[in-house]
Structures are given as C-alpha cells and as structure tokens.
C-alpha cells in the first residue's frame, strides 16, 4: 500500500536524518583530516562519552533535576498568571509591556543579579529555568481564554454563570491545547536556562562540566556534553508532547476518526 | 393580551452618551407563548434586541420586562443559540447538551443527585432533532446542521420559558435551513415555549413566526407589526401559498425602502 508505506518513511525520516548527518560529519572529519580540538568525529565524541559517562550522568542528573524544579515552578506560576492576565482587561493591559520588556532582557544579563541573591549553584540554575519558561505558558493560557466566543459567554452569563464557571467550564478547557504547546517550547527553554546559570555560576551540572572540559581543551567531552543537553531536550520534548495528544486529542481533531456524515 | 415581553420606548446607546445609538424608541410586546420574529436591514440593532431582552445589556432609556418583571440582570428562563453553534468541542454531544443544567439554578445543584434524570431529558431532546445516534461523537465529527440542532438542544435542556434565537440557521445551507424549520416548528408546537427568533430571511421568519417586528435601519425601531395567521404546522408547501408570498413581498418592500430612504439620507449629507 503507497500510504502505509508513505507513513512507515514518515516514521523512519528522524532517524534517517540523524544518520545521515552523523556519517556526513564523520565523513568529513576523517576526509579533510580535521583535528579533534577544532571538530571531533562523532566516534570521537561517543569515545569520550563512554571514557567519562560517570561524571557525565552525573552532572546531566544533575541539570535535569534544575531544570524539571524549575520548570514546575515555571508551569505554576505560568498557569496563574495566565488565568489573571486572560481573564481580567485591565491587568493585561497594564502588565503587558512589563511582560514584553523583561522577556526582552537576554536571562544570560540576568544570572549574575541572580547569584548576588541565591549564591552560586543550584538555587540560581533553578531560578534561571524558572525564568526563561513561564513566559511562554502564561502567553498561551492568557491567548487561550481570551480565545472563548463571545457568544457562548453571553448563552452562559445569561444563564447566570459566574466568572468562575466561565472559567473552569469553559476557559481552562479551551485554553488546554495551547497550555500543553507551550509545555513544550518551555521545557526547552528550561534547559537553557539551567545550563547557562550552571555555565556562568555552578560547581556542578552539565554546563560545569563542559566549561571545565573547555578549559581544559578536552573538545570531545565539550561536544558529549552538548549531546547530552540535545537528547534530555529531545526526551522531555517527547514526553509532554505525547501527554498534549494525550489530553487535547480534540483539538487535533483526531486526524485518525472519520466524521460522521450529515 | 397576556403580555410575556415587553420593550416600552427602549433605547440602547454604547460606549457612552456620544456612542453608536443602536435602538431608539423600540416598543414590542409578545404574548406568552407566542412565537416572534424580528426582520430589519443589516445593522438595525436586532442583536442588540436579543441582549436587552435577556438582560445582558440594561437599556439606556425605556423598560424591558419579562414574564411581568422588569429585567434588571441576566434571566435564568431565557434559552438562547446563535448563528454559531459554539459548542465546546471537547465534549461529547449529550454532555455538550446538558451544559446549562450545570450553570442554571436549580438543576445545578441537583446536578449530581439527578444525573439520570437530565440525562435522559438531553436523550428525549437529540430524539426530537434526530440526534440521537450521536451522542457520544464529538462537534467537530458532525455537519454545521447537525450542530445547529445540538445548539438548539442546549439552548432547551433547561426547559426555558423564553427562547432567543440570533439568526440561527444563517450559516447553513437552504435545504438543511428549511429542515431545521420544520423541527423548530414541531418543538415549539409540543412545549409552546415563548420565542424570538431575530433573522434577515423573510421566508424563515414568515415559515415560523406568528408576529414578525420590522425594523428600521439604525437607530433601529419597530416601523410595522405584521401578524402571520397561516396554519400549523406549516411546511414547504405553505411557503408557495399565495398569502404567505404576500407577505414576504410585504415585508420585502417595507425594507427596501427603508434602505432607499437610508441611501437617500446618506447622498443629502454628501450634498449639504
């Protein structure tokens, strides 16, 4: 059949991709004699990824828990703003071009006023994720409830609803698919933000670990490192991207399901 | 008469004393269990119509009153559906249906107790516009007449003694339109719920209303009053009646020269 076969390639393309770039890479670096402290090979780096996985698995735990406090504290944060600065006009208006601004500001200018507070470590990785991922979720619940029709509002106040009903039973609904996409881009903005504290201000987690290893000229363990940060992206990515399908399967409009004929 | 609404020389102005007048000196009265329709051309406030009536919007001058009340806030027995259906698509159809019994006292609070009850309420309602093999899919699986029905079901499930309908088969095409007039008829005809039903098609409001209201061009006011005696039920047969071609021409014409007289008005402004 030409469309299963057209979605058994869909599922292969990443991988495909993955490996074609791999051997490319290693193509090169072995064809123009590239020296390891400029570009290491991929075995190069999956040498020292073996050589050092201790450490490594260490620090990226490490990293990863910054990153996940961080962003929990981002998603709780993130919801509540985005309820009040959705569901009430003045606010919004008035909180808006402060939002704008500080998103504006490169969290990198942020990390040292960071450490003079919460010290080196991880209290100011956690606080850097936390920062650079609640933008996103609040933007999205605040477009997702100011996204309700006006007039399913107006059938249901008429009905006498609450603001309050308005919100459980129709805004935070509504506002789900674009909570669980923003879930998504701010996991990975979690991870910047905890690997560039730990790069600026940390004795520990992965961005430490590469910066000594820059110090030091170790370039593959730098380029493994690197990795590591890409495939817990990935990883999370994956995973809340399977829990949006997962809860808002509507919103998606179940591309599997055949509509009803009428 | 036995007066269910009433408007009395209503006037609705927004944003303010140098806003957008959009009704002016609305008077109507509807019976109970009457079933009315208000026509105008576009921008005449009919929608505005439907907010003061259900108490959305207060008046800026005159009284409404509803059922002998004046209307101060929103009303708890009015129903309403517009032309979008604006179902909530993460619900199945009958949980879509049963959406008001969760905000409207009393059932609100007997919600839970008796969940049989309004459920089987929803199942005799999707039963009554051929919806009931689909109460489980999801909106978006279903045609815009099919939600259309399921809108009117909602608008219903709380048994209202007033029901507001803003131009709801606007949207669909003119056979699924005439159908959904039949099965709005028949409803009507077995709970004789009080309607309103504001519509720009002549023939839809002369199919199902007793009284239709026309109105004029904004600041919108009722210009005639036009009582459609043609017996029930009526079908597609009725619309080739000569009466009733009577009176969509009738009401045709009313508006047509209202529009002129608006054109008319607008080319003296250039002018003067």
Sequence with gaps: MKASSQRRLEVAMPWLVIAGILIVWQGAVMLFGIQPFVLPSPTAILNAFFEHRAPIIQHASFTLMNTMIGFALGILFGVVLGVVIGSYRLIYVGLYPVL???????????????????????????????????????????????????????????LGATKRDLLFKVGLPRAMPYFFASLKVSITLAFIGAVIAET?????????????????????????????????????????????????GWATRGRNLQAAGG | MNEFVKLEDVALRYGGPDGTLALDGTSMSIAKGQFAAVVGPSGCGKSSLMKLVTGLNPPSAGAVSVAGEKVEGPLKIVGMAFQNPTLLP????????????????????????????YTARARNLLRMVG???????????????????????????????????????????????????????????????TTILVTHDLREATYLADVIFVMSARPGRVIATHEVDLPRPRTIETTFDPKFIEIVHTIRNEIAQIRNEGKAAAQDLKVA
């Design chain 1, 100 to 158: 704008i601004g500080f998103n504006s500001i490169p969290k990198v200018a942020v990390v040292p006023i960071l450490v003079l507070w919460l010290g080196i470590g991880q209290p100011t990785a956690i606080a850097t994720a936390f920062l650079l991922s609640f933008f996103p979720i609040a933007v999205n619940v605040a477009t997702g409830l100011a996204t309700v029709e006006p007039e399913l509002e107006d059938v249901l106040r008429s």
């Design chain 1, 200 to 248: 600026i201000a940390s004795n520990d987690g992965i961005g430490y670990l590469m910066l000594q290893a820059s110090s030091q000229f170790r370039i593959p363990l730098m380029f493994a490192g690197v990795i590591v940060i890409a495939l817990m992206g990935i990883a999370t990515y994956l995973v809340f991207a399977y829990i949006e399908r997962r809860m808002t």
């Design chain 2, 90 to 117: 993460w619900r199945p159809l009958l949980s879509n249906v049963m959406l008001p019994l969760e905000i409207v006292e009393p059932h609100r609070r007997r919600f839970r107790s008796h969940a049989a009850e």
């Design chain 2, 131 to 193: 919806l009931d093999e689909f109460e489980n899919k999801h909106p978006w699986m279903l045609s815009g007449g099919m939600q259309q029905r399921a809108n009117l079901c909602r608008s219903l499930i709380h048994e209202p003694e007033l029901l507001m309908l803003d131009e709801p088969f606007g949207a669909l095409d003119a056979f699924t339109r005439e159908e959904l007039w039949s099965i709005l008829q028949s409803i009507w005809m077995t709970r004789q719920f």
